[in-house]
């Protein structure tokens, strides 16, 4: 029998799920009260998914509006980047901050064409 590889500590699904719902929270403030970029409208933070390692997190967001305010929303959450990492760098306490990505959330807009197409 060989020598075996050093395990590897695995984040819990609960502690993973605890740090994504403070992500979000954190996130969701940020955007609602602190950012000042008129492109982002009314944009909701729907969930945050993070890597194992901490290292990236998409946030999903939806945005309130047309295809061209939920675009220019996006753009301006991307230009925010930097301000919002350094938020969650500067509320949480976590050993590294996570690179965000911003990624639009359809769930509720399909859940909106599903229900209309049930009641035709």
């Known amino acids: 029998m ?13 502690r993973m799920r605890k ?3 403070a992500l979000r929270e954190v996130l969701a403030e940020a955007i609602s ?3 000042k970029d008129p492109r982002v409208g009314f944009v909701t933070v729907t969930q945050v998914d993070t890597s194992p390692d901490l290292r990236a997190a998409k ?3 939806s945005v309130l509006g047309t295809a061209e305010e939920r675009e220019d929303s ?7 980047q930097g301000f919002l990492q350094s938020r969650i760098g500067s509320e949480m306490q976590m050993k590294r901050t996570p690179t965000l990505s911003f990624h639009y959330d359809e769930t ?3 859940g909106d064409r599903i229900s209309r197409l049930l009641e035709d």
Do not use: F, Q, W
């Open 59 to 61: 946030v999903y967001v």
């Open 19 to 21: 740090v994504n719902e």
């Open 74 to 80: 996006l753009a301006g959450l991307e230009s925010a």
């Open 108 to 110: 509720i807009e399909r």
């Open 33 to 35: 009260s602190e950012m």
């Open 2 to 14: 060989g020598p075996r590889a050093p395990a590897i500590p695995a984040m819990t699904t609960s």
